[in-house]
């Protein structure tokens, strides 16, 4: 059996890690259009212009041994590549999507990462995970107008913000505040909420924010 010219890679720094089994889909998504790839049948993927931030999603497994259905021998083990996709979420670093073969070559976030044990054989875990293109605030020179005796805060500063599909909480610090790394600001703002919504937030903090909800700027 001929093994498939795309290969999924994941890296970070000079860390890699390559998907030993295809996934079915590759789900990308952006603010103008979705658009879902069978992998068997990749070809040339044409992204819309200056589309807002694109959001890949798959779901595969981990095999404990090898099988016709690998890409490729001497893979790590379920849980060694699973040790390994946590330590980069809980990084707060960008990582590094490659498929080869097509054009989708991005630094990214990891924003899910939901595995378990496998549902077909003894050892192997599946897995869905959500990657979401990484682009970095440029911070903007603001000419400041001479102070009063009496500061009084800007009508226009926002007070709240309605969560809309795609947004976390690194893409609203860049956006409110012109530094994604300040997304900290928000979460102790908004933890209780969220935690109260999604106990996962206990363990990755600020990660799962849902469309609807409302939350305080400071």
């Not at 981990?62 to 979420?89: H, R």
Request: glycine content about 6%.
């Amino acid at each position: 059996m001929s093994k498939s010219v795309y290969e999924f890679w994941l890296s970070q720094d000079k860390e890699k890690l390559r998907f030993p089994i295809l996934p079915e889909t590759l789900d990308i998504k952006n603010s103008t259009q979705n658009e879902t790839v069978r992998v068997s049948k990749f070809g040339e993927l044409t992204f819309l212009d200056k589309a807002g931030a694109k959001i890949f999603s798959f779901s595969s497994f981990f095999p404990k041994d090898y099988s016709p259905l690998a890409e490729y021998s001497g893979f790590p083990s379920p849980e060694n590549a699973i040790k390994t996709i946590e330590k980069w979420l809980d990084s707060e670093k960008p990582i590094q999507f490659l498929v080869t073969g097509t054009k989708i070559n991005f630094k990214c976030s990891i924003d899910a990462f939901d595995h378990g044990e496998g549902q077909k054989d003894i050892g192997d875990h599946d897995f869905d995970i959500t990657l979401k293109e990484f682009k970095m605030a440029s911070p903007r020179k603001i000419k400041q107008k001479k102070k009063t005796q009496q500061t009084r805060p800007s009508k226009s500063s926002p007070k709240s913000h309605k969560v809309k599909r795609g947004d976390t909480l690194w893409a609203l610090a860049g956006k409110y505040y012109s530094d994604s790394t300040q997304w900290r600001k928000i979460w102790e703002a908004n933890k209780t909420m969220m935690i109260k919504r999604d106990k996962r937030n206990i363990r990755q903090p600020g990660h799962w924010i849902f469309p609807g909800q409302t939350l305080k700027i400071p």
